[in-house]
């Protein structure tokens, strides 16, 4: 019960700094996600209700938009770019690296909550193909040897 | 050349407030500031400029229009959602050279008379963020921003907004959406946003690269910047190249330089001893050359002649190791994904053409598949509401019309020839 009273005074807290500010949805979402990992629905439940915008376009913005989360992931995100210039340089074979060696599937979980994975559209890494970013930090020129040793930082 | 967009950059510190000034950063907005925003409109409209984003119209028109409208506040938006497959310019601006789009923004701001603008960088930049959040102070401490520009009484306050994902909000309408806080979906043009944009008012949506060429346009006027590129595309252009060559990354050089001397002069050529098979010049949604095409000349005038278009400059090269049935379905998925589902022609098409090259490539020999596709890429062309769609099926069909054989190798054999 704590847990949840605590939950809604950040939602609260957050809804408040948006409150008077035009096109606050966006980063109001994005805020909730940075402070849950994900968009929680009772936070889309008292968004609509502070607010007074409907919860079904609420739900039409944060399931536009492909980095909103819906569901609780990992500690870590693990978000590795396929396309043309990654895949060209090898990223297919990362994906079944993470798949073999971590368990981790698109859109999946490993079982010890420790990372999450998203199958990403460039990201503007394609100098050092193939890339990725793990939370906020940035990698390139990336090998299976390579995404281990990175990942042995993130625990 | 000398550099103009990446001046400095090897410099460590280049980002840094202090650096820039050093190096003559903030001398052209004091510039522009003694100047009349219909002069400085003039001087950027004669000097040519055309937009980096990839559509390449006339900077200086679209600031004219939004002058010119008697509505306000006006908006000034610096479009930083570089979405597009194989581009990362942008992103070396605004890591190296932060402060060189900030000056840019205020000059185009006080050019058209606006007093807010925003900053659209797309979310898969969390890095990039971090080091906007930080320049952006250190021009309000500087007074470069604010109530009172450098004493001169002009107010420009820039808010930085991100992205969530979604490659539409490339284009303009949709990020002006998006910043309304609604899905990124474009809007009917007319009215263009330099006239109806953002809360309804006159808005000015600029690339990074775009706004970050109006300093040195001040600073040496628009005569010497015309003797920079062609005269039909003038000024600096960054290239943004990857895939198979030794020396992948951005190269600033006139517009206007060849394919050819890009790949081989500068990214050092196809890397491992292989062969070229084919580039794609401007990001994916831009049609695929074959080698025999690359002494075409990278700008917004003349790739047409070959073909293809200039997009965003961003290069993918390929060796002959490729599949090129697989790089389509890879560019397939991605619109497929990215497309927002506002129009059928692209909602339904991207996906059917996604079906299609997923059938050849399982090898279900069925002849009429290449034709269907070009039927279908026609249609879309034709009938998508916005650029996603219209464009979408360019990497398809340039690849049928030069590597047909390819298609009919793995139809007929069920087998890639690479």
């Known amino acids: 019960m704590k847990q949840q009273s605590e939950k809604n005074t950040i939602i609260e807290s957050l809804i408040k700094k948006y409150k008077d500010e035009k096109g606050n949805v966006i980063p109001l979402l994005q805020d909730i996600q940075d402070a849950f990992g994900y968009i929680p629905e009772d936070a889309v439940d008292l968004i609509s209700k502070r607010l007074e915008i409907p919860e079904s376009k609420l739900y039409g913005v944060a399931t536009f938009y492909a980095m909103y989360r819906h569901r609780p992931g990992g500690r870590h995100l693990i978000q590795l770019c396929t396309n043309v210039s990654c895949m060209i340089m090898g990223a297919e074979m990362l994906v079944n690296f993470l798949k073999n060696r971590y368990g981790l599937e698109e859109g999946g979980t490993t079982p010890d909550g420790r990372f999450s994975l998203m199958i990403m559209e460039c990201i503007g890494g394609c100098d050092t193909a193939p890339s990725m970013l793990v939370n906020n930090d940035f990698y390139g020129n990336l090998t299976k040897e390579k995404i281990e040793e990175i990942l042995e930082k993130y625990k | ?418």
């Not at chain 2, 789009?101 to 797309?122: S, T, V």
């Not at chain 2, 190249?241 to 600033?252: A, D, I, L, N, T």
């Not at chain 2, 059917?352 to 879309?380: C, K």
Request: with cysteine; proline share 7%.
């Open chain 2, 1 to 418: 050349m000398e550099k103009i967009l990446l001046r400095n950059i090897e410099n460590p510190r280049s980002a840094d407030i202090k650096e820039y000034i050093k190096n003559g950063g903030y001398k052209d907005l004091l510039l522009a500031l003694k100047m009349q925003p219909g002069e400085i409109i003039e001087e950027v409209k004669r000097s040519g400029l055309r937009g980096r984003g990839g559509s390449g119209f006339p900077t200086g028109l679209k600031w004219e229009v939004a002058l010119r409208d008697p509505k306000s506040p006006k908006y000034l938006i610096c479009n930083a959602d570089e979405g597009e497959p194989g581009t990362f310019k942008d992103r070396l601006i605004m890591e190296k050279n932060p402060h060189l789009l900030i000056e840019g923004m205020i000059i185009a701001g006080y050019a058209i008379k606006a007093e807010y603008g925003y900053i659209y960088l797309r979310g898969e930049y969390p890095y990039v963020k971090k080091i906007l959040s930080r320049t952006i102070k250190e021009a309000y401490d500087k007074g470069y921003l604010g109530e009172d520009i450098m004493g001169r009484g002009v107010k420009f306050h820039i808010k930085l907004y991100q992205g969530a994902g979604a490659y539409i909000c490339g284009e303009e309408t949709a990020l002006i959406e998006s910043i309304e806080g609604k899905r990124g979906q474009p809007r009917i043009k007319p009215p263009f946003p330099a006239s109806t944009g953002v809360w309804g008012m006159p808005s000015v949506v600029n690339n990074v690269e775009t706004l970050s060429n109006i300093p040195y346009i001040i600073e040496i006027g628009a005569t010497a910047y015309l003797k920079i590129g062609t005269p039909e595309c003038p000024g600096p252009k960054l290239y943004c190249v990857s895939g198979h060559v030794k020396r992948p990354g951005v190269y600033e050089l006139p517009m206007g330089t060849t394919l050819r001397e890009i790949i081989y002069t500068h990214a050092g050529g196809v890397r491992d001893g292989k062969r070229l098979k084919a580039v794609i010049p401007g990001g994916i949604s831009t049609p695929i050359l074959p080698p025999q095409n690359i002494d075409c000349t990278m700008d917004f005038v003349n790739m047409p002649r070959y073909g293809s278009a200039l997009g965003s400059g961003a290069i993918i090269v390929m060796d002959e190791t490729v599949c090129l049935l697989k790089v389509c379905e890879r560019a397939l998925r991605f619109f497929a994904h990215e497309s927002c589902g506002k129009c059928t022609p692209c909602r339904i098409g991207t996906k059917r053409m996604l079906e299609t090259i997923q059938r050849i490539l399982r090898g279900a020999e069925r002849d009429e598949d290449i034709e269907s596709l070009l039927e279908l890429g026609s249609v879309m062309d034709a009938a998508s509401f916005c650029p996603l769609g219209q464009t979408a099926p360019n990497l398809v069909i340039s690849t049928i019309n030069h590597f047909r054989e390819e298609f009919e190798s793995h139809i007929k054999e069920g087998r890639c020839p690479s």
